[in-house]
C-alpha cells in the first residue's frame, strides 16, 4: 500500500529546532520528487521545499536557509529540519510525493499531517 | 514567482448543482503544469486534476479542467454532498516554486 506517514511534530519555543520526518511505504522514496507542504491554522496551503529523484533541493523564501530537506534511501524516509523557529511556522505539515513536470502529475500521495506549535 | 488567484472566495450552491472554479495566474503555467486538489476539514489534500484536464485515479467524472496559459477552470457537473469543500489550484511549472492559490470554499446553500 502507497501510504507517508508524518512524525516529529509538538510545541517548541521560538528560536528551536525540530525535525519532522515521513516514512514512505509502497515506492522508493529516493526515485520520486517529494515535498513538504504546510497549513497554518484557518489559511491555505503553502509549499515549502522540495527534493528531486536526482537530489536537488530546492525551498520557499520564508523557510530558505532555516528548514533543510533531506531523504534517507535505507529507512524509506523524508525528513524536514527546521532551524531557528518562528511563532509564524505554527502550522501543519504534510509530506507529499511530487508534483513531477516529467509525467506532468500533482502531488498524488499525502501523508495525514504532524502539527508544529511554536509559542513560548 | 508565478501567483495564483482563485476566485469566488467562497461559492454558495445546492446538492444537484453545477460548480464553476477559476483560478487565474499571474504569468502564463508553462506545459499546463497545473494541479486542482480537495480538501475537507481535519483532512489532507486530495489530488483531484493534474495538467489541467487530466482526472487522477479514482476522481469522478462530475469533475473536469479546463483552461491553459494563464486562465483555468474546475468545474463540478452536478454536486454531490461529499463536494462539499475547499478545493486549491496549485502550479508546477515554475520550477521550484511550487505555488497554491488561496482557495475557494465550496458550501451547501
Known amino acids: 500500500e502507497v501510504q507517508l506517514v508524518e512524525s516529529g511534530g509538538g510545541l517548541m519555543k521560538p528560536g528551536g529546532s525540530l525535525s519532522l520526518s515521513c516514512e514512505v511505504s509502497?515506492?522508493?522514496?529516493?526515485?520520486?520528487?517529494m515535498s513538504w507542504v504546510r497549513q497554518a491554522p484557518g489559511k491555505g496551503l503553502e509549499w515549502l521545499s522540495v527534493i528531486y529523484s536526482g537530489g536537488r533541493t530546492y525551498y520557499a523564501d520564508s523557510v530558505r536557509g532555516r528548514f533543510t530537506i533531506s531523504r534517507d534511501h535505507s529507512n524509506n524516509t523524508l525528513y524536514l529540519q527546521m532551524n531557528n523557529l518562528r511563532a509564524e511556522d505554527t502550522a501543519v505539515y504534510y509530506c507529499?510525493?511530487?508534483?513531477?513536470?516529467?509525467?506532468?502529475?500533482?502531488?498524488?500521495?499525502w501523508g495525514q499531517g504532524t502539527t508544529v506549535t511554536v509559542s513560548s | 514567482e508565478i501567483v495564483l488567484t482563485q476566485s469566488p472566495g467562497t461559492l454558495s450552491l445546492s446538492p444537484g448543482e453545477r460548480a464553476t472554479l477559476s483560478c487565474r495566474a499571474s504569468q502564463s503555467v508553462g506545459s499546463n503544469f497545473l494541479a486542482w486538489y480537495q480538501q475537507k476539514p481535519g483532512q489532507a489534500p486530495r489530488l483531484l486534476i493534474s495538467g489541467a484536464s487530466s482526472r487522477a485515479t479514482g476522481i469522478p467524472d462530475r469533475f473536469s479542467g479546463s483552461g491553459s496559459g494563464t486562465d483555468f477552470t474546475l468545474t463540478i457537473s452536478r454536486l454531490e454532498p461529499e463536494d462539499f469543500a475547499v478545493y486549491y489550484c496549485q502550479q508546477y511549472g515554475s520550477s521550484p516554486l511550487y505555488t497554491f492559490g488561496q482557495g475557494t470554499k465550496l458550501e451547501i446553500k
Open positions: 507529499a510525493r511530487g508534483p513531477t513536470r516529467v509525467i506532468n502529475l500533482g502531488m498524488d500521495v
Open positions: 509502497g515506492f522508493i522514496v529516493s526515485s520520486n520528487y
